[in-house]
């Protein structure tokens, strides 16, 4: 069974930072791309960010580009979401998703699991 748990997640004054994380087990975390995807209150959920299998590829949305960070370990089976320069916009729950077999998430289809979700609110 496919779990996927963030942590992290908190109340930040806009210039701030964050770390997110995530662990996953119930599957051979290091065959899948994994990524962040977040929903803010009244908004799609949209791409944050994702990571290859590998760790060597990485992809960003051009909002976050420059001021966020993904990285994985897969000895631990963690994916982690390094957020800097933090603005209210950031506002959002973020979510931990797996890739589709064979595929780097980067819109909602291709995602086949995904954690509850942890909150980051960003105060001005």
């Known amino acids: 069974q496919v779990q996927l748990v963030e942590s992290g997640g908190g109340l930040v004054q806009a210039g701030g930072s964050l770390r997110l994380s995530c662990a996953a087990s119930?599957?051979?975390?290091?065959?899948?791309?994994m990524g962040w995807f977040r929903q803010a209150p009244g908004q799609e959920r949209e791409f944050v960010a994702t990571i290859r299998w590998s760790g060597i590829r990485t992809y960003y949305a051009d909002s976050v580009k420059g001021r966020f960070t993904i990285s994985r370990d897969n000895a631990k089976n963690t994916v982690s979401l390094q957020m800097n320069s933090l603005k209210p916009e950031d506002t959002a729950v973020y979510y931990c998703?797996?890739?589709?077999?064979?595929?780097?998430?980067?819109?909602?289809?291709?995602?086949?699991?995904w954690g509850k979700g942890t909150l980051v609110t960003v105060s001005s």
């Open positions: 119930g599957f051979t975390f290091s065959s899948y791309s």
């Open positions: 998703a797996r890739s589709r077999a064979g595929d780097i998430a980067r819109s909602s289809p291709q995602v086949d699991s």
